[in-house]
């Protein structure tokens, strides 16, 4: 559905698709790795990763974490995909030249227009458009997704990093409706996709709900 499946008329397009799935598989794992290997290290349990058509979840068995524990394991998942991120355009750098690689990597991430200086790595991405898709995605995906992750939004990971910190749990959840509701807005305004504002949208009344069930101590 979000890789245009759904719009997919041709062979080109359904592969287009499955490779956006590739990605998106590829970046939820590593994600998720990052919070179970940081779990264990920190003295978890067994520790499982449980993918969902939305993301996924990791958690470790048998073991309870302090709060700076939590901070770490929770910070582990978007900082393993930025990690990832860093490392793909390390590689690229190295493998062509470095000022057509940030622009690559500018335009995809901010639309910012750039001009080619050598014609390897063009050559490359026009010659093998496939490659091009993944790599758009890969670096799109650890990077935004990464970024709205950390939102305070529960139960996204920046949310469950705000439930360690404020109190009472009244002010997570209103933290989670406005910051949900905004993107939500944004979303439809700005970025005009109606995905982004459907799921803040939810997001933003589930945690009013929640808002409403938890008293003031
Ligand atoms: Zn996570």
């Known amino acids: 559905m ?14 287009a698709a499955a490779l956006f799935m590739l990605a ?5 794992l590593i994600h998720e790795l990052g919070h179970a290997i940081t779990g264990l290290r920190l003295g978890g349990g067994r ?3 449980a993918l969902t058509p939305f993301g996924g979840l990791a958690f470790n068995q048998g073991c309870r974490f302090d709060r700076t524990q939590r901070f770490w394991m929770i910070a582990a998942g978007p900082g393993a995909g930025f990690a990832f991120f860093v490392l793909l355009v390390a590689v690229l750098c190295l493998l062509f030249d ?31 458009p496939f490659v091009y898709l993944v790599l758009n995605h890969l670096l799109w995906i650890n990077f935004w ?15 469950q990093i705000a439930d ?16 949900a509701g905004a993107m939500a807005v944004l979303g439809f305004l700005w970025l005009h996709s109606l995905y ?15 808002m409403r069930e938890v008293r003031w101590p």
Do not use: T
Request: hydrophobic share 55%; proline share 5%.
């Open 196 to 210: 982004v504002a459907v799921l803040f949208g939810y997001l933003a009344w589930r945690n009013y709900q929640n």
């Open 2 to 15: 979000m890789g245009g499946a759904l719009r997919a008329n041709s062979p080109e397009a359904i592969l």
């Open 47 to 49: 520790a499982a990763i």
């Open 24 to 28: 998106a598989f590829v970046s939820i």
């Open 164 to 179: 360690l910190f404020v109190r009472p749990q009244r002010r997570v959840f209103l933290l989670g409706v406005i910051a």
């Open 145 to 159: 997704w990464g970024i709205i992750n950390l939102l305070p939004v529960l139960p996204l990971d920046g949310g």
């Open 98 to 128: 470095s000022s057509d690689v940030l622009g690559l990597v500018g335009g995809i991430l901010f639309d910012i227009p750039f001009d080619f200086r050598s014609s390897e790595l063009l050559s490359l991405l026009r010659e093998k």
